[in-house]
T-cell receptor, first 115, second 110 residues
Framework: DGGITQSPKYLFRKEGQNVTLSCEQN?????MYWYRQDPGQGLRLIYY???????QKGDIAEGYSVSREKKESFPLTVTSAQKNPTAFYLC??????????????FGDGTRLSIL | EDQVTQSPEALRLQEGESSSLNCSYT??????LFWYRQDPGKGPEFLFT???AGEEKEKERLKATLTKKESFLHITAPKPEDSATYLC???????????FGTGTSLTVIP
């Protein structure tokens, strides 16, 4: 079955530590996205990528970094510069937008907590 | 300024009691409006895409409609398994970003 796989499901970060969240898709989608979800807030965009080796900052990129070396993979690193990293992180992908309306499809998230 | 506002924040229904969820948006040019269902601890599950005012989509007990400034998700004779958070998102003509509302948490009581 095609889909988006996020790992790990739960992750704990120590003070001063960088952690990387994995996102893999086998939907042959061009675009991939990372969102952060906090209670009572809508999904907020961290980074997105429309094509391999290219990505753009979203609304809350500070303290995060990404890479897009392969079409299938879009890992997110939460750096020590992100002072409030506790949240539910969601990865999504969609077919190339162009002029058509392609919905995003989501993985099942990674819950990150501070030790 | 919020581009997408959903109401109510929470809704409790008796099984079989029909109701509607609202999603209003302020983007200038709409490329698409999307409805998702999210269960606790899971990622959002895609339900519908609406493109233009007057459009309607149906799936089982759910029906989504779109006007120029808002969308409604109508739930007919809901069952307990319809309990979830329903999210609305819009995409503007000018960009590649999606803007999400904060969701409506629906609880259907047997």
């Amino acid at each position: 079955d095609g889909g988006i796989t996020q790992s790990p499901k739960y992750l704990f970060r120590k003070e001063g530590q960088n952690v990387t969240l994995s996102c893999e898709q086998n939907l042959n989608h061009d675009a991939m996205y990372w969102y952060r979800q906090d209670p009572g807030q809508g999904l907020r965009l961290i980074y997105y990528s429309q094509i391999v080796n290219d990505f753009q900052k979203g609304d809350i990129a500070e303290g995060y970094s990404v890479s897009r070396e392969k079409k299938e993979s879009f890992p997110l690193t939460v750096t020590s510069a992100q002072k409030n990293p506790t949240a539910f992180y969601l990865c999504a992908s969609s077919a190339k937008q162009g002029y058509s309306n392609q919905p995003q499809h989501f993985g099942d998230g990674t819950r990150l907590s501070i030790l | 300024e919020d581009q997408v506002t959903q109401s109510p924040e929470a809704l409790r229904l008796q099984e079989g009691e029909s109701s509607s969820l609202n999603c209003s948006y302020t983007v200038s040019g709409l490329r698409g409006l999307f409805w998702y269902r999210q269960d606790p601890g899971k990622g959002p599950e895609f339900l519908f895409t609406l493109y233009s005012a007057g459009e309607e989509k149906e799936k089982e007990r759910l029906k989504a409609t779109l006007t120029k400034k808002e969308s409604f998700l109508h739930i007919t004779a809901p069952k307990p398994e319809d309990s979830a958070t329903y999210l609305c998102a819009v995409q503007e003509n000018t960009g590649n970003q999606f803007y999400f509302g904060t969701g409506t948490s629906l609880t259907v009581i047997p």
